[in-house]
C-alpha cells in the first residue's frame, strides 16, 4: 500500500532531500516488515556531472538499485531509485553521486554512520551484524569503506615516536607486520608477513616527509626489522623494546632454573617443585604466601637465585637518564653476570651486549612497545572472535577499524 504525502515529506526531510530528488512513493509491505522509499529526479532538471560538477543535460536514467537504510519501527527500510546518468561535454556519460550514499555504497550514509557506531560500541562484529541485521559480509564492506575513507583523511604529519612489532596471524602459523604510531597509541598500518620487504612495505605508506620527521623506533632485536628502519629513517634512534628485553631475561630464568631442578632432583631434593611462577612473576604480584615461600627460596644461594637477581637488577638500566650512565651500568651489570657462570643468563647478556647501542638510547629516547602490547591485546580479541581471518585483507581491516583511531564515519 502506498501511505500519505505527510509521510512522503517526513522521509524526504529524513533523508535532507532537496529538489531536484522527491520522495516519489512510500509503499509500506506489511507482510514483508518493509518499507520501500522510491525516490526520483525532477522531470526536467539539469543532471550534474560526478567528476566536473557542472550542470548537463540528463542523458537517461540508470538502472534502478536500492540503498538499505536506517529501519522505520522495525521495518527494514530500502531506498529505490534510478539515478539519472549526466551528458558531460567534457567528461561523457556519468552516473550522478546521490546525496543520501556513497558512490557505489549499498547502504545509505546515515546507515553507515550508524552501523559503525554499532560496530566501535560493540566491538564485536557478530554482535554487530545481529543487531543491525545485516550479514557479515555487509559488515565487512562497510569497515573496508569506513577505512579507506580514514586513511585519506589521516594527516600524519605529527608522527614522531614509532613502533615495529610482529603479530602472529592464522593460529601462529605466519606473521605480520605492524607499525604503530607510539604517541597517539595506534596502528598505522599493517602489512603480511615478517621479513624486511614488509617492513620495507609499511615505512612506503608513510611520505617522504613524514619518515623524515621520525624521531625513534621501539623494535625487537629483529634483523629484518633493524635493517628496514636504517634504511627507511636513517635518521631515527633505534630503540630495543624494554618488553622483549625483559621477556629473553625471563626466559634464561626458566631454563637456569629447570636445569638446577633436574640436577636437584636426581639427588632426591624437590626445593624447586612447583616453584616456576614465583621466578618470573613481579613480585609485587605474589600472595603474602608465596611471597613469604619466595623469600625462602631466595637465602638458598640456589643457581636460579642468582640468575632472578641478575633480571632484577637488569630492571634499573632503564632508568638511567643519559646514554653514558646507561653504558656504566651495563658494563657492571655485564662483569657481575660473567662472573655468575650462568649460561642462559650470560648468553643474552652477549646478545644485549652486541645490541647495546640500540638499548641506551632508551635513556634519550623513553619509549617501547608497550603500547602495542596494548593493542595486541584488542587484535587478539578480534582475531579470536570471528571467522573470516584466511583472508589477511580482512584482518588488516579490523585491525585498522579497531585500532587506527581513523575518522571512520562518512561526511
Ligand atoms: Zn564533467
Known amino acids: 500500500m502506498s501511505m500519505d504525502h ?4 517526513h522521509y524526504a526531510q529524513l533523508l535532507g532531500l532537496g529538489s531536484p530528488w522527491e520522495v516519489k512513493a512510500v509503499d509500506l509491505k506489511v507482510k514483508e516488515k518493509r518499507v520501500e522509499i522510491e525516490l526520483g529526479w525532477q522531470w526536467g532538471a539539469w543532471a550534474q556531472c ?21 529501519d522505520t519501527m522495525q521495518f527494514e527500510t530500502v531506498l529505490r531509485a534510478r ?3 549526466a551528458n558531460c561535454p567534457e567528461h561523457g556519460i556519468k552516473t550522478m553521486r546521490v546525496p543520501w550514499a556513497e558512490p557505489g555504497g549499498r547502504f545509505t550514509l546515515l546507515f553507515e554512520r550508524f552501523a559503525i557506531a554499532v560496530l566501535l560500541a560493540s566491538g564485536s562484529i557478530s554482535q554487530a551484524c545481529g543487531l543491525l541485521g545485516i550479514g557479515w559480509e555487509a559488515a565487512q564492506e562497510i569497515m573496508r569503506r569506513a577505512v579507506s575513507r580514514g586513511l585519506e583523511a589521516r594527516e600524519l604529519e605529527e608522527l614522531r615516536y614509532m613502533g615495529m612489532d610482529e603479530k602472529s596471524f592464522q593460529r601462529g602459523q605466519s606473521y605480520v607486520t605492524v607499525l604503530t604510531d607510539l604517541e597517539e597509541g595506534r596502528v598505522l598500518e599493517v602489512v603480511e608477513e615478517r621479513t624486511q620487504a614488509a617492513a620495507n612495505e609499511v615505512w612506503d605508506t608513510l611520505t617522504a616527509e613524514q619518515k623524515g620527521a621520525v624521531e625513534a623506533v621501539a623494535v625487537d632485536m629483529w ?21 622483549h628485553v625483559s621477556a629473553y631475561l625471563n626466559k634464561a630464568v626458566d631454563q637456569v632454573r629447570r636445569q638446577e631442578h633436574k640436577e636437584l632432583l636426581a639427588q632426591g631434593d624437590g626445593t624447586l617443585t612447583g616453584t616456576r611462577q614465583l621466578w618470573l612473576y613481579n613480585p609485587e604480584n605474589l600472595t603474602a604466601e608465596q611471597s613469604d615461600e619466595f623469600d625462602r627460596l631466595k637465602d638458598l644461594n640456589l643457581k636460579v637465585g642468582r640468575a632472578w637477581a641478575a633480571k632484577e637488577m637488569f630492571s634499573q638500566f632503564w632508568d638511567s637518564v643519559t646514554e653514558g650512565g646507561a653504558r656504566r651500568f651495563f658494563t657492571r651489570w655485564f662483569g657481575w653476570v660473567s662472573r655468575s657462570q650462568l649460561k642462559p643468563i650470560v648468553e643474552v647478556a652477549q646478545m644485549l651486549k652486541r645490541h647495546l647501542d640500540h638499548l641506551v638510547t632508551y635513556a634519550s629516547h623513553p619509549i617501547s612497545n608497550g603500547v602495542t602490547e596494548g593493542l595486541n591485546s584488542k587484535i587478539q580479541s578480534l582475531k579470536s572472535a570471528a571467522r573470516g581471518f584466511r583472508n589477511f585483507a580482512n584482518y588488516r581491516i579490523r585491525i585498522l577499524f579497531f585500532c587506527g583511531k581513523l575518522a571512520l564515519y562518512p561526511q
Open 6 to 9: 505527510e509521510v512522503e515529506k
Open 50 to 70: 560526478p567528476e566536473c560538477g557542472c550542470e548537463c543535460s540528463v542523458y537517461d536514467c540508470a538502472a534502478e538499485r536500492t540503498w538499505r537504510h536506517l
Open 83 to 85: 539515478t539519472p546518468r
Open 223 to 243: 634483523e629484518p626489522f633493524l635493517r628496514s628502519i636504517e634504511e627507511a629513517v636513517p635518521q631515527a634512534a633505534i630503540v630495543h623494546d624494554r618488553y
